[in-house]
């Protein structure tokens, strides 16, 4: 298997970060384990040299190709397949998986699929909103009650547990999964017919949209599958509009 190969399809997104010099650790944590696509997505701006002093000549050429964005939707829309990492859990933000299954899981996708892998900012992480962008949300666990870690060192122990799953995965049939730009179209179309017919609270709608987010997740949707969906929404749509107008 080509290695290198892999670590090009997958990407390190650092999410409204606070501190240059934590992007300059995160990028040669990442370049330790073989990755070297990094976007930072709604922070900043960041002086250029903090960046490159803490990720040292090692990882200067991380910095000098980071991607930078003032939208999290907009980063995440050629993605594949996007991981989570939080250190808070609850009902509204989602199963978590074993961070070395979901590994293995990237290291599989990734021969046909781009990855991100996502760490959100030094003291808040990542929101239930963020968290809604996500197929898999992973947990580092830790010793004792103190759960939270310096953003570096997650990335570290991210990208360690997927390089060590890329040494180990085998050669498969992997598909090739819709992009995060049209799942998001995908939704967008389900949550206007799901209004429109009643089915869900117009005070609320994203407490449903949320639930329908984490099935669709775990199905692994292919391209086609957005497809079928949203001609279905358009026929649905079609079907609605005839029966207002009538005869």
Not at 135 to 150: D, L, M, Q, R, W
Request: hydrophobic share 45%; aromatic share 8%; with cysteine.
């Amino acid at each position: 298997m080509d290695e290198n190969k892999i670590a090009r399809e997958i990407a390190v997104i650092l999410h409204r970060p606070k501190y240059a010099g934590n992007i300059g650790s995160a990028a040669r944590a990442m370049k330790n384990m073989g990755f070297t696509r990094l976007i930072v997505s709604e922070g900043g701006p960041f002086a250029p040299e903090e960046m490159k002093m803490m990720a040292t000549h090692f990882a200067s050429d991380v910095i000098d190709n980071a991607i930078f964005t003032d939208n999290l939707k907009k980063a995440l829309s050629d993605f594949h397949f996007i991981v989570g990492t939080t250190a808070r859990t609850g009902a509204q933000r989602g199963p978590t998986g074993s961070l070395r299954e979901v590994a293995e899981k990237i290291a599989l996708l990734a021969q046909k699929n781009q990855v991100a892998l996502l760490f959100g900012s030094e003291d808040r992480g990542l929101t239930n909103e963020d968290l809604r962008f996500c197929h898999e949300i992973v947990t580092i666990p830790t010793a004792g009650t103190f759960k939270s870690i310096n953003l570096s060192h997650a990335v570290m122990i991210v990208c360690y547990e997927v390089f060590m799953a890329t040494r180990a995965t085998v050669p498969a049939f992997v598909p090739r999964l819709a992009t995060s730009a049209e799942i998001e179209g995908m939704y967008a179309n389900l949550k206007e017919i799901l209004m429109a017919i009643g089915f869900l609270n117009p005070q609320n709608p994203e407490y449903f949209m949320y639930h329908l987010r984490r099935f669709f997740s775990r199905t692994g949707l292919l391209a086609r599958d957005v497809k079928i969906i949203r001609g279905i929404c358009r026929q649905i749509s079609w079907a609605l509009q005839s029966r207002t107008k009538g005869p």
